[in-house]
């Protein structure tokens, strides 16, 4: 779509070398067009900075667990992405 290398495109989407802007423009303009999004977790792994919160909570009915959501959603509004799990299974079989 863009006719450049992938080193160049990597160079854009990440923002880590000069690139002339006539590619940049037409790399910007393929990736709209394709739909382009980048997989975070992919992204997080190679640089080993996933700014990924991982959550395990014992049941999401009880009057605490809200709560406790309501803020890891805060983290994820500045760019934290959230992992979330329910235990109520995990808890149960504990408790026999």
């Keep these: 779509m863009a006719r450049v290398a992938i080193g160049t495109v990597s160079h ?3 923002d ?3 690139v002339r802007e006539p590619i940049r423009k037409r790399v910007l303009d ?3 067009a394709a739909r382009y999004q980048p997989n975070q ?3 997080g792994l190679r640089r080993d900075k996933a700014n990924m919160t991982g959550m395990i909570i014992p ?3 009880n009057c605490f667990s809200p709560a406790v959501v ?3 959603e805060d ?3 500045f760019g934290m992405a959230i992992v979330l799990s329910c235990a109520i299974r995990i ?3 504990l408790r026999s």
Excluded: E
């Design 41 to 43: 977790l992919a992204r």
């Design 30 to 32: 393929a990736v709209q």
């Design 59 to 61: 049941d999401v009915t």
């Design 91 to 93: 808890m149960t079989i």
């Design 75 to 77: 983290m994820a509004f």
């Design 16 to 18: 880590s070398a000069s």
């Design 70 to 72: 309501r803020g890891a």
């Design 12 to 14: 854009v989407l990440n």
